[in-house]
C-alpha cells in the first residue's frame, strides 16, 4: 500500500515509518511521497536520504487553504496514495479536504484526547498538572484532533519532567504505536462505527 506522510518539522515519527514500514519489504508499505509546508524541516533531509520523492508546498504560495490543500491532494493522487500518513504536520486541512480523504488520514498527537488538543499539547499538559498523559493516533475528521480514536498508549508524568523530557519520553511510545497501526490499516484491521474503531 501506499503511503504519503506529511510533516512540518523533525520528522522523529517519519524516520520510524522510513525504518520499519518502508525499508521493510515484508510490511507492503511504501512511502511513495513526503510532503512538507516548510522548505528548512529536517524530515526533508531523513525522506531523500531513503530516496523518497519529496515536495515542498506552503500556505503563502496560496491565494487561500483550499488551494493550498487542493495542492497537496493533486500530489497524493499523482504518486497515488491511499492513506495520508500525518506525522508533525501542524496545518488543519479544510472540510473538503476531510470529506475527499474520509477515514483515509491519520494523524498522532502527544497526549490521551481529548485531553489537550491543539497546538502545544506537551506544554498544556504539564501546566495543567495531570499524572498521566500519551500518545494517540486517530483519524482526521473536521475538527481539531478530534477524529475516531484508533489506539492511545498511556505514559506518566514526572515531577522531574519539563516540556522536552516529557515529549521525549511520548515520542517513544509513538514511535512504537504509529507504525503498529499503519500496518493495522493497511491489512484491514480496522472497523470504524460512528467515534469508535475496533481493531479487528
Ligand atoms: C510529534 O510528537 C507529534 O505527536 C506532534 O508533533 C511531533 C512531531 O515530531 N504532533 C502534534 O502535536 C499534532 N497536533 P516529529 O517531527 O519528530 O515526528
Redesign the pocket.
Known amino acids: 500500500m501506499k503511503i504519503a506522510v506529511l510533516?512540518?518539522?523533525?520528522?522523529?515519527?517519519?524516520q520510524t515509518l522510513i525504518n520499519r514500514l518502508h525499508e521493510d519489504k515484508t510490511s507492503g508499505i511504501d512511502i511513495a511521497v513526503v510532503i512538507s509546508d516548510r522548505r528548512k524541516a529536517y524530515?526533508l533531509t531523513r525522506a531523500k536520504r531513503a530516496g523518497i520523492p519529496t515536495q515542498v508546498i506552503r500556505t503563502q504560495d496560496f491565494e487561500n487553504r483550499i488551494k493550498f490543500d487542493a495542492e497537496i491532494s493533486k500530489h497524493i493522487e499523482r504518486y497515488a496514495a491511499e492513506l495520508v500518513v500525518?506525522?508533525?504536520?501542524?496545518k488543519l486541512f479544510q472540510p473538503p479536504f476531510v470529506r475527499k480523504y474520509r477515514n483515509r488520514i491519520l494523524?498522532?498527537?502527544?497526549t490521551l484526547l481529548p485531553a489537550f488538543?491543539?497546538?502545544h499539547?506537551v506544554a498544556d499538559t504539564l501546566r495543567y498538572g495531570v499524572k498521566v498523559t500519551g500518545?494517540t493516533v486517530h483519524f482526521v475528521d473536521e475538527d481539531i484532533?478530534s477524529g475516531p480514536i484508533i489506539a492511545q498508549t498511556a505514559v506518566p508524568v514526572l515531577d522531574t519532567d519539563d516540556e522536552e523530557r516529557l515529549?521525549a519520553r511520548?515520542?517513544i511510545e509513538?514511535h512504537k504505536l504509529y507504525p503498529q497501526v499503519i500496518k493495522w490499516y493497511a491489512q484491514g484491521k480496522l472497523k470504524i462505527e460512528g467515534r469508535k474503531v475496533i481493531v479487528k
Not at 510533516?7 to 517519519?14: A, D, I
Open positions: 510533516v512540518s518539522g523533525s520528522g522523529t515519527n517519519l524530515a500525518l506525522a508533525g504536520f501542524m494523524n498522532v498527537h502527544p488538543p491543539g497546538a499539547p500518545v484532533d515529549h511520548i515520542q509513538e
